[in-house]
């Protein structure tokens, strides 16, 4: 049997560790008319709007061609720092009426986030994006699509004239295997390929001309390319067949001159009018000689004749600025030097 001792020891160490019956603490109690502690939860992290981190620059857009852009492009033209999604409303209107434009730009439309259709209007229409985030908060981009007129077609690598021999067959491809066109919007082109002049024996398949000259002629080939949006560009050259080449001339053995029986008179009256004297003279007669012969005797043999003074007169309406003042600039020696 254990002792008094014993029991009263096992006892007070049982009490001090918590093992004693009826003990459902851990550690000494609260003092009396204290309040137990709880946990307190951190305060709420305030909404961060939406922001514009890579603006969209301006689009180009063609009459009447297809368009497609997606105003979000791919989830990067708003940042949305509380990663809780963004949803978007978009407008396009007219310059002067970007947000409220009663008749928007003909052609174009919003599918969700992205603008589709074919414009048919040349103009500016301007976009207006707001990206609106779960909370509320919103940001905004405006932007410009430009609606350009359709490009025609164009010549960029033209027929030259071609030549085939009477009688022979041919067959000629006119579109260059699609290089005599080119288009600046990239469509698909056709071709329609029509002939005027000698078109007997010649024939049109696809874009090819074919057959055969039966003699020398010529056909005028006039190619047309269309691009189905209106624009239509063509090529026109000849497709000939020459006759044969003239062969060299054979000339007469014995040569004749034929008179002229007006010549005989033309000289005498020629002569006649040399002798005729200048009875009179001019200002002009007088500058005229002065220039060009000085104040020699020379000027004074060169207007005693009236064929000596038309000369004279004739030089001075050609060149002279009948400004005694510019004489020192007279083209005429010069132009005289020239025809030495």
């Not at 609260?30 to 305060?43: A, F, I, N, Q, V």
């Not at 999604?85 to 052609?107: C, R």
């Not at 056709?190 to 049109?204: D, E, K, M, N, P």
Request: with cysteine.
């Amino acid at each position: 049997m254990a002792s008094r001792s014993t029991i009263t020891i096992l006892f007070l160490w049982l009490t001090a560790c918590g093992g004693g019956s009826g003990s459902n603490t851990s550690g000494p109690a609260p003092p009396s008319g204290s309040t137990p502690s709880t946990p307190t939860s951190p305060p709420p992290v305030p909404n961060q709007a939406p922001a514009l981190v890579n603006p969209t620059a301006t689009q180009q857009a063609v009459y009447l061609h297809p368009y497609r852009y997606d105003v979000t492009q791919g989830g990067t033209t708003f940042s949305d720092p509380d990663g809780t999604g963004l949803t978007y409303q978009i407008t396009i209107g007219h310059t002067y009426a970007p947000t409220n434009d009663p008749t928007p730009p003909a052609g174009l439309r919003v599918e969700g986030a992205t603008i589709v259709g074919a414009p048919s209007e040349v103009t500016v229409a301007v976009v207006t994006v707001t990206a609106t985030d779960q909370a509320g908060q919103s940001a905004q981009e405006q932007f410009n699509i430009v609606v350009n007129p359709n490009a025609a077609p164009t010549v960029v690598n033209a027929n030259d004239g071609v030549l085939v021999s009477v009688g022979s067959q041919f067959d000629y491809e006119t579109t260059k295997a699609g290089t005599v066109f080119a288009d600046a919007n990239g469509d698909a082109l056709s071709y329609q390929v029509s002939l005027r002049g000698s078109t007997a024996g010649i024939a049109v398949s696809g874009t090819h001309v074919t057959g055969s000259f039966s003699a020398p002629g010529l056909v005028e080939v006039t190619v047309t390319a269309s691009d189905g949006y209106g624009g239509t560009g063509k090529d026109v050259f000849a497709l000939s067949a020459p006759g044969p080449e003239p062969t060299r001339p054979v000339l007469p053995a014995t040569t004749y001159l034929c008179a002229d029986p007006e010549l005989p008179l033309l000289s005498a009256a020629r002569a006649e009018y040399a002798k005729l004297p200048a009875r009179l003279t001019n200002r002009r007669l007088e500058t005229a000689a002065t220039r060009l012969f000085g104040d020699g005797p020379r000027g004074r043999d060169f207007t005693k004749t009236l064929a000596h003074q038309q000369a004279l007169l004739q030089i001075y309406e050609d060149f002279c600025l009948q400004d005694n003042s510019d004489c020192a600039h007279c083209p005429f020696p010069e132009q005289m030097a020239k025809w030495k």
